[in-house]
Each structure stands twice: as C-alpha cells, then as structure tokens.
C-alpha cells in the first residue's frame, strides 16, 4: 500500500505561482512513477506531468510546458509540481499519482483557483 498526502493548494491571482507537494508513504519502494494529474469543473481529469524514479520528468500538455515544473526529492519520498503564471484555465483539483506493478494510487486531491 502506497499513501500520498498532497498540500500548497489554494487561491492566487493569475500571474501568480504555486507549489504543490506530494508526499508518499508506506510501500514506497515499489513505485515505478509518480506524477500530477488535474480535474477541471465539468471536464475529465488529466494528466499535467509524470516523474521517474530516476528523475526523468514528461509533460503532457504544451499548455503547461515552460509554466510548470515536476520535481522530486527522494529523501524526502516528496514529489512536488512548481506552478509559475499561472492562468485561470488552470483552476483545478490537483491529485497526486503514484503507480506500482499491481496498482495506481491517488491523494485526496488540493484545489488549486486562479483568478483574473
């Protein structure tokens, strides 16, 4: 069993910046990636960026590409998603991701709400 526990979400003006942590727990030896995914009002969760073990990181969207930034810190089994100028499109519930051979786990989610 793998638990995350995300936090830094919250209101900001657009232009504003943000940063989202992730912390894992537990069975953490056997994650193969974490990463970020978002769920806008109405819209379907997807995916903002991923990050291996290794540090490797991948952004799905070119629309966060150049604004946003996955980062870990192993000794601290912490994840983290730097959010610059951000944009009010970007209002969304933040979920932590991690995944294993047998299974995906989720955090609780954090609200992230950008205003104009």
């Known amino acids: 069993q793998v638990q995350l526990v995300e936090s830094g979400g919250g209101l900001v003006q657009a232009g504003g910046s943000l940063r989202l942590s992730c912390a894992a727990s537990?069975?953490?030896?056997?994650?193969?990636?974490m990463g970020w995914y978002r769920q806008a009002p109405g819209k379907q969760r997807e995916l903002v960026a991923i990050?291996?073990?290794?540090?490797?990181?991948?952004y799905a969207d070119s629309a966060v590409k150049g604004r946003f930034t996955i980062s870990r810190d192993n000794t601290k089994n912490t994840v983290y998603l730097q959010m610059n100028s951000l944009k009010p499109e970007d209002t969304a519930v933040y979920y932590c991701w991690a995944t294993t051979d047998r299974h995906d786990y989720w955090g609780q989610g954090t609200q992230v709400t950008v205003s104009s």
């Open positions: 537990g069975s953490i030896f056997s994650i193969n990636f």
């Open positions: 990050i291996t073990n290794g540090g490797t990181t991948n």
